[in-house]
């Protein structure tokens, strides 16, 4: 999903202290890498609303990546297509679970659930931090990501409790998205180094999501994956190949023609 | 630092005009109506002021307008045809100005007027429901081309951030709601 690309600002908007800048730039990493993999979905989803509805949540994690990079820019000098056209892979701080193909839809309704569980669980506490603007960007995802885990939740369930074949679909794309998860909930240096009661620890996120999704896979008539975690290391610049393949597509245009406007 | 007005978007737009002076408050004025009749680009039954996306419009130290707007969802794209249009109204008034973007507190659609909502309404999108109420999401809708409360969501997601498809099962036509975000 290319958005836009708009003249230069002049960011009058508030200034983020580094370490408060290298702890949003994960976060707004992990939304506009979701993001680009959900566009990829428009006008291939098994049915019209679903290009819709897989666009539109991509639009919602756009806007929140948007306000997350700005203000990590804002630190360093540059600007959100600053961040997220011209930087090289091993510079992206995005957790694995974000770059991961889409596969079918049940492999995307699966990452959509844990994705938009953690967000939830992410956002609720983001709201309390001390620095004004990552609260704001927190309140207002908040309302929106609780609307993706609904979506995410309601396919789960009609997916795995459906056919014979969704339900193995279903549980095929649990099994294909489980080795992330742990990744989610685990060390973020940039979380660590941050100020304090600026970031939020993800090991405090983890009882939050597992009440939100382990539920819905029991409901589902799903199992609980039991297959080992990934060594992902998103947050230290480490990734999956799936990203060396998403961000040549993504940054192509604005590589090829700098500062170009539509 | 202003909690309640956390600027996280600036457009760089600014119009080079001549100055609101502070003995000339009926310049802001025109310029504060001119700015509220704006219309929405996704939405133009509804003006920016009447969707509660205009937040304010005021005169600083150095005598620049500053027009305040807040998306109704994060990755609204209107943002930025909105913010071009206001700094067309600025230019046409002649008056130098900035367009913040600022997201605290949270738009929600209480923030949707009366005459808004009738407007919707009136272009055949369900209004959220009023100020005040919290509904589920299971209570019915009312269909805005024949009144029947005997409605289905298709969608949760539509043509728009803000919207969610429904369908009428008394007239089969399908229609849009405005979702209540709170």
Same mark, same amino acid.
């Given at each position: 999903?290319? %958005?836009?690309?708009?003249?230069?600002?002049?960011?009058?908007?508030?200034?983020?202290?580094?370490?408060?800048?290298?702890?949003?730039?994960?976060?707004?990493?992990?939304?506009?890498?979701?993001?680009?993999?959900?566009?990829?979905?428009?006008?291939?989803?098994?049915?019209?609303?679903? @290009?819709?509805?897989?666009?539109?949540? $991509?639009?919602?994690?756009?806007?929140?990546?948007?306000?997350?990079?700005?203000?990590?820019?804002?630190?360093?000098?540059?600007?959100?297509? @600053?961040?997220?056209?011209?930087?090289?892979?091993?510079?992206?701080?995005?957790?694995?679970?974000?770059?991961?193909?889409?596969?079918?839809?049940?492999?995307?309704?699966?990452?959509?659930?844990?994705?938009?569980?953690?967000?939830?669980?992410?956002?609720?506490?983001?709201?309390?931090?001390?620095?004004?603007?990552?609260?704001?960007?927190?309140?207002?995802?908040?309302?929106?990501?609780?609307?993706?885990?609904?979506?995410?939740?309601?396919?789960?369930?009609?997916? $795995?409790?459906?056919?014979?074949?969704?339900?193995?679909?279903?549980?095929?794309?649990?099994?294909?998205?489980?080795?992330?998860? @742990?990744?989610?909930?685990?060390? @973020?240096?940039?979380?660590?180094?941050?100020?304090?009661?600026?970031?939020?620890?993800?090991?405090?996120? %983890?009882?939050?999501?597992?009440?939100?999704?382990?539920?819905?896979?029991?409901?589902?008539?799903?199992?609980?994956?039991?297959?080992?975690?990934? %060594?992902? %290391?998103?947050?230290?610049?480490?990734?999956?190949?799936?990203?060396?393949?998403?961000?040549?597509?993504?940054?192509?245009?604005?590589?090829?023609?700098?500062?170009?406007?539509? | 630092?202003?909690?309640?007005?956390?600027?996280?978007?600036?457009?760089?737009?600014?119009?080079? +005009?001549?100055?609101?002076?502070?003995?000339?408050?009926?310049?802001?004025?025109?310029?504060?109506?001119?700015?509220?009749?704006?219309?929405?680009?996704?939405?133009?039954?509804?003006?920016?002021?009447?969707?509660?996306?205009?937040?304010?419009?005021?005169?600083?130290?150095?005598?620049?307008?500053?027009?305040?707007?807040?998306?109704?969802?994060?990755?609204?794209?209107?943002?930025?045809?909105?913010?071009?249009?206001?700094?067309?109204?600025?230019?046409?008034?002649?008056?130098?100005?900035?367009?913040?973007?600022?997201?605290?507190?949270?738009?929600?659609?209480?923030?949707?007027?009366?005459?808004?909502?009738?407007?919707?309404?009136?272009?055949?999108?369900?209004?959220?429901?009023?100020?005040?109420? +919290?509904?589920?999401?299971?209570?019915?809708?009312?269909?805005?081309?024949?009144?029947?409360?005997?409605?289905?969501?298709?969608?949760?997601?539509?043509?728009?951030?803000?919207?969610?498809?429904?369908?009428?099962?008394?007239?089969?036509?399908?229609?849009?709601?405005?979702?209540?975000?709170?």
């Amino acid at each position: 999903m290319t %958005r836009a690309i708009h003249p230069v600002s002049t960011a009058v908007g508030e200034i983020a202290d580094e370490r408060t800048a290298a702890y949003a730039l994960g976060l707004g990493d992990d939304s506009l890498i979701l993001a680009q993999r959900l566009g990829e979905w428009i006008a291939h989803a098994p049915e019209l609303e679903e @290009d819709v509805a897989l666009g539109n949540i $991509g639009l919602d994690l756009l806007g929140h990546a948007r306000g997350f990079l700005t203000y990590a820019g804002s630190a360093w000098g540059q600007d959100e297509d @600053d961040l997220a056209y011209f930087r090289d892979e091993q510079e992206f701080r995005s957790r694995w679970l974000f770059e991961q193909p889409n596969g079918d839809f049940a492999h995307t309704i699966a990452r959509q659930l844990f994705a938009a569980a953690y967000l939830v669980a992410l956002y609720e506490r983001l709201q309390a931090s001390v620095d004004p603007t990552l609260a704001a960007i927190a309140a207002k995802a908040a309302k929106e990501v609780a609307y993706h885990l609904d979506h995410a939740t309601q396919w789960t369930l009609r997916l $795995g409790d459906g056919t014979e074949e969704s339900h193995e679909r279903m549980q095929a794309g649990l099994v294909a998205m489980w080795p992330y998860v @742990d990744e989610l909930f685990s060390d @973020d240096p940039a979380a660590t180094a941050a100020p304090d009661g600026v970031a939020v620890d993800p090991a405090s996120l %983890r009882q939050a999501f597992d009440a939100a999704v382990l539920p819905v896979i029991e409901e589902a008539t799903l199992e609980v994956p039991t297959v080992p975690a990934a %060594r992902a %290391r998103g947050r230290f610049g480490v990734h999956s190949p799936p990203l060396g393949h998403l961000l040549p597509e993504m940054q192509v245009l604005a590589r090829r023609h700098p500062g170009a406007v539509w | 630092m202003n909690v309640a007005s956390v600027p996280v978007h600036d457009s760089g737009q600014v119009v080079d +005009r001549a100055h609101i002076r502070d003995g000339a408050p009926h310049i802001l004025n025109a310029v504060r109506a001119s700015v509220a009749a704006i219309p929405d680009p996704e939405l133009p039954m509804v003006s920016i002021a009447d969707l509660g996306i205009l937040r304010d419009v005021r005169v600083d130290a150095d005598g620049q307008a500053i027009v305040e707007i807040t998306p109704t969802y994060s990755g609204c794209p209107a943002v930025d045809a909105i913010r071009d249009d206001i700094v067309r109204v600025l230019d046409a008034e002649g008056v130098s100005g900035r367009v913040d973007v600022v997201l605290s507190p949270a738009w929600t659609t209480d923030w949707i007027s009366d005459s808004g909502r009738q407007a919707l309404a009136d272009a055949g999108i369900a209004p959220p429901a009023p100020r005040g109420t +919290r509904v589920s999401l299971g209570l019915g809708i009312r269909c805005p081309r024949c009144g029947s409360m005997h409605t289905r969501e298709l969608s949760h997601f539509g043509s728009t951030a803000c919207k969610a498809l429904w369908v009428c099962e008394r007239c089969h036509e399908p229609f849009d709601r405005f979702k209540e975000l709170v």
